[in-house]
């Protein structure tokens, strides 16, 4: 397949996922208010679910920024190494904001499963 072709197979199969679970994003069960007097959701286990999807998504591409940040960096050093003390301290701060991103998902995903049983 041509790289357009596989580009547009992408968007489209992306668009028809979406298509398909929108509805359960915005669907709302029958007992509405038996679930709110008991103070339980009744979509807990797909919140559950995309919570920790969505930790899963996170900590897989911080450690795939993180490995790519240090190879380029250990690779800078390796071509230049007088140039070491100036690479160490932006590839240290670069790998400090990706860690950063990955704990924000974190808190995130907790704040969705424990909202829940409020």
């Given at each position: 397949?041509?790289?357009?072709?596989?580009?547009?197979?992408?968007?489209?199969?992306?668009?028809?996922?979406?298509?398909?679970?929108?509805?359960?994003?915005?669907?709302?069960?029958?007992?509405v208010e038996a679930?709110?007097?008991?103070?339980?959701?009744?979509?807990?286990?797909?919140?559950?679910?995309?919570?920790?999807?969505?930790?899963?998504?996170?900590?897989?591409?911080?450690?795939?920024?993180?490995?790519?940040?240090?190879?380029?960096?250990?690779?800078?050093?390796?071509?230049?190494?007088?140039?070491?003390?100036?690479?160490?301290?932006?590839?240290?701060?670069?790998?400090?904001?990706?860690?950063?991103?990955?704990?924000?998902?974190?808190?995130?995903?907790?704040?969705?499963?424990?909202?829940?049983?409020?």
């Open positions: 397949m041509k790289r357009s072709s596989k580009i547009l197979f992408t968007a489209l199969s992306t668009l028809a996922t979406l298509l398909v679970f929108c509805g359960m994003a915005f669907a709302q069960g029958a007992e679930v709110r007097a008991q103070g339980l959701a009744s979509n807990y286990g797909l919140i559950a679910l995309a919570a920790g999807l969505g930790i899963g998504i996170a900590a897989l591409g911080g450690g795939i920024g993180q490995g790519r940040a240090a190879a380029a960096a250990l690779d800078g050093i390796a071509r230049n190494p007088g140039a070491a003390g100036q690479i160490r301290g932006p590839m240290i701060l670069g790998l400090a904001l990706i860690e950063s991103l990955v704990i924000y998902a974190l808190i995130i995903a907790l704040l969705l499963v424990l909202k829940v049983g409020a």
